[in-house]
């Protein structure tokens, strides 16, 4: 019904603005973009920035923007989001026009307007807060409509542009852009890189990075990878160069085959940057990498090698899925992204050797997706977006994890030879041009025989997930009757319509039938006649999405007869089931983890069954709780450590047993291991890792804990690093002054520019030993969340809020959130989601801890 409404609202558009002009108002609201994009066509941007100066100096910047205009029935209303005085000269087809900046929009009257070509010349000063400026180095991140932040532009995914860019540095820096480089120029004290125009693209993905930068190369048949770095530890350059080009070479020879499309653009380069906000960003020609997630050490995890290979994986596919072919509007920034991931798993079986694809699947986005699906702000994957300045809030572990499960789904559902030749004609007939959800669908109905309408809707357009139960009569040993039904979790009336199996497993051996549910009460006469089995595990080959029965029988044979990817569809049905209410406790959970510590030998399933242990010990037991058991599972995850013999299975435990680390005895033997550098048996600490080590001794109040904070400033030797550890040292502090003020200076936006170091910082002030105190931060945090979504990156908002409400547990905190919410009625719905989604886990503590 919405989507007739649009089509409706595009046909009657023409005739409310013949007729009256449009508003000028903040973001770039919905009626605005549509007009745009019908009356603006053939955009060209060239900017001229110089950056030779120190972080907080002014940057002086010119700018001539061309482009066609199909009809002058409007001021022209160009976006930019800085103070009236911002621009110091304003030329529009050659004649001089005084600016007019109002609500983040320089306005062209009509007069100096005209049908067809126009040129419009700006000298002014660009906006700086999303250059994030360092002493060594800059970077722009745009995405999804900070450009309008720094410089005038039509601030819109559906305005493709071409970019042509010159930059003036300070003469040791190096930069890439989206275009190539055509020359350099070297001045007295600066030089000018001067890049050739790049290719059609959308503001958000127009990128440079420019500062004091390493950089390395490698040539692979006839195309060339161009990397900056700043990591300084050769150890993890010497770990990781080479495999990371080699996924990235790897993940471009999958995307032209599954395609059929060469890449489609002029070049492929990368910069690995420090703290970056995200994972990654999918700049066409440069691509910004969290340096963290890149440089690896030796003896890293399969976790982290998977996350590496999604990363790179996830960013190329990008380059077909985002950049040639680019949502028309906000709203369906989920498309691009659940392709990439979508792409970055088929990619991830060929490029991670050892790997169990489904296994990976199932650890990689279940746990995300059902953290926020359970919640009470959830949403449906695609969403309404009615202004571009809320676009951030969009982000967010559906998009992100729940919508992969979904396009496993459809490609279960249309078939893997199906669904490829639909993805290739909707990308041979958008290429260079933009595309909406319903656009990708009408492609993929003339493939498929099901009813992908029905389906769609569901899956795709609405929220929650479903819970499945079951009836079992037996007589004899013998099954007579099974029946399966399920109900949305939110008590509507949906029905998922997908594919799973169940597992019947007996002393000897398991088998396992496929379901598909397509209805709310559906009889599994395939199961009738058959032996009782000894346990059942729902959605054993981890394809199912939604709460599937699961109990902690005394005979269930968990580690000894599942597989790897039964165990952990059984570890979260445990999970899901304990967290919703279900006959089953958290401290039933604590003792499944206590037996798996030593009995579970999968790494990735180790990695999930540790982190829910992690989650349950800190979120859903009382601190009575975690005193008494703390002995018996420090005990435990040290035992369990000594019998592993695989080095990384032996780091992950040893990190469990510093997460805990409650005893005198477990926190002397944590300094001792920082102290003299000797990690026990064949674990391998790095840098990194002595932090997290001082960190938690901090948390402690360990005796002399402050000094240990001193001596871990001495031993950092990269300049970032050791930056970022002074800024989180009052956040450790155990004077709980310092940390009041800390927390304080966080609403300076100034002392927020480091998001990732804030995010950690948060983590630190809120811990669970210091929820008690650190209680009276959160009325002050609840208020800042709309500046923080205002001022900060896409992420920052739902990073902000996990970090301070994520270890709550009592009716005080609970009363908090609800009390803010209830005091603020109009308050924006998305922020109100995210909110619900991170206050969660505090509503369930109140019902759980017992």
């Known amino acids: 019904m919405k989507y007739v409404k649009h089509i409706w609202a595009a046909f009657l558009f023409p005739l409310f603005t013949n007729a009256q002009s449009l508003p000028v108002t903040t973001g770039v609201p919905l009626p605005l973009a549509d007009y745009r994009s019908k009356n603006i066509k053939q955009v060209e941007y060239a900017l001229d920035l110089n950056v030779t100066g120190a972080p907080t100096t002014p940057i002086p910047a010119t700018e001539t923007i061309r482009f066609k205009l199909l009809g002058n029935s409007q001021p022209l209303q160009i976006d930019f989001k800085a103070p009236p005085d911002a621009i110091s000269k304003l030329l529009v087809n050659g004649k001089t026009v005084k600016p007019d900046i109002r609500n983040e929009h320089l306005v062209i009257p009509m007069q100096w307007l005209r049908t067809g070509s126009n040129t419009v010349q700006i000298q002014f000063i660009a906006g700086s807060t999303s250059l994030n400026r360092n002493a060594d180095y800059l970077y722009t991140l745009l995405v999804p409509e900070k450009a309008r932040s720094v410089f005038p532009c039509f601030d819109q995914p559906n305005i493709k542009a071409v970019f042509q860019l010159t930059l003036q540095l300070p003469l040791a820096w190096q930069a890439i852009a989206n275009g190539p480089l055509q020359d350099s120029v070297i001045n007295a004290n600066s030089k000018t890189y001067h890049f050739q125009p790049s290719d059609t693209i959308s503001t958000y993905l127009f990128a440079f990075v420019a ?4 950089q390395t190369e490698v040539t692979s048949g006839n195309r060339t990878i161009h990397g900056l770095y700043r990591e300084t530890d050769s150890a993890k350059l010497s770990a990781s160069l080479h495999s990371l080009f080699a996924i ?10 599954y395609t059929g499309i060469p890449y489609p653009f002029k070049k492929f380069d990368f910069a690995a ?21 890149l440089f690896l050490e030796e003896s890293a995890t399969r976790d982290q090698l998977n996350a590496r290979s999604n990363l790179l994986s996830h960013e190329t596919a990008h380059m077909w899925f985002g950049d040639l072919v680019t949502m028309r509007w906000f709203n369906d920034v989920w498309m691009k992204e659940v392709f990439a991931n979508f792409m970055a798993d088929k990619i991830g079986n060929l490029t991670v050797s050892n790997n169990n694809f489904d296994l990976k ?10 953290n926020t699906d359970r919640t009470q702000g959830t949403h449906p994957i695609r969403q309404q977006l009615d202004n571009l300045k809320d676009a951030g809030s969009m982000y967010g572990n559906i998009i992100y994890h729940k919508a992969p499960i979904m396009m496993r789904q459809l490609e279960l559902l249309m078939g893997e030879d199906s669904l490829r030749e639909g993805l290739r004609e909707y990308l041979r007939t958008y290429a260079n041009r933009n595309a909406s959800w319903p656009d990708l669908i009408n492609i993929l109905d003339k493939h498929c025989t099901a009813n992908l309408q029905a389906w769609n809707k569901v899956w795709v357009n609405e929220s929650s997930r479903p819970v499945f139960d079951y009836t079992m009569d037996t007589t004899g040993g013998i099954i007579q009757h099974f029946v399966l039904t399920q109900h949305a979790e939110d008590g509507s009336k949906k029905i998922w319509p997908q594919f799973f199996a169940i597992a019947l497993v007996y002393e000897d051996h398991t088998e396992e039938i496929t379901v598909s549910t397509d209805s709310a009460i559906m009889r599994l006469s395939q199961l009738s006649g058959r032996p009782v089995p000894q346990a059942l595990v729902f959605n054993a080959n981890g394809q199912g999405y939604g709460v599937f029965p699961a109990t902690l029988a005394s005979n269930t044979p968990v580690y000894n007869l599942f597989t790897p990817l039964m165990r952990a569809s059984f570890y979260l049905n445990c999970y899901e089931n304990a967290l919703s209410g279900k006959g089953i406790t958290p401290l039933q959970l604590i003792q499944l983890y206590h037996k798996g510590f030593t009995q579970e030998r999968e790494e990735l399933n180790l990695t999930l069954l540790l982190d829910q242990f992690s989650s349950v010990f800190w979120r859903f037991l009382s601190q009575q709780q975690r005193t008494d058991l703390a002995p018996a599972l420090e005990i435990a995850l040290w035992d369990a450590m000594n019998r592993n013999s695989y080095p990384n299975q032996q780091k992950l435990l040893l990190k469990a047993y510093s997460n805990i680390a409650l005893t005198k005895g477990a926190q002397d033997t944590l300094f001792h291991i920082w102290q003299k550098k000797q990690p026990p048996l064949q674990v391998k600490l790095y840098e990194d890792d002595y932090q997290n080590l001082a960190a938690t001794l901090a948390i402690r ?15 950092i030797e990269n300049a970032d690093r050791k930056l970022r550890w002074q800024f989180l040292l009052p956040a450790l502090s155990n004077d709980t002054a310092q940390r009041s003020q800390f927390f304080t200076s966080l609403q300076q936006r100034s002392n ?5 170091w804030v995010g950690t910082a948060l983590s630190y002030l809120h811990h669970p030993l210091r929820t008690s105190q650190a209680i009276s931060y959160l009325p002050q945090s609840l208020h800042m969340l709309e500046e923080i979504q205002q001022t900060g990156d896409i992420f920052f908002p739902q990073n902000w809020l996990g970090a301070t409400l994520g270890y709550y547990q009592t009716t005080a905190a609970g009363n908090i959130v609800r009390n803010f919410l209830k005091t603020h009625p ?6 109100r989601d995210k909110i619900l989604q991170a206050a969660d886990n505090i509503f369930r503590a109140e019902k759980l801890v017992k």
């Open 211 to 214: 500062g004091n930068f390493a």
């Open 248 to 257: 990235q070479y790897d993940a471009l020879t999958f995307m032209e085959t």
């Open 273 to 293: 940057i420090p703290d970056f906000q995200f994972g990654g960003m999918e700049h066409p020609g440069a691509i910004e990498y969290k340096a963290s997630t």
């Open 361 to 370: 699947f199932l650890t990689d986005h279940y746990p995300a997706a059902y």
């Open 701 to 715: 109040n360990y005796p002399g804990y402050d000094t240990v904070l001193l001596a871990q400033l001495q031993r």
């Open 752 to 756: 927020r520019s480091k998001e990732a």
């Open 826 to 831: 109009g308050y924006n719905p998305k922020l």
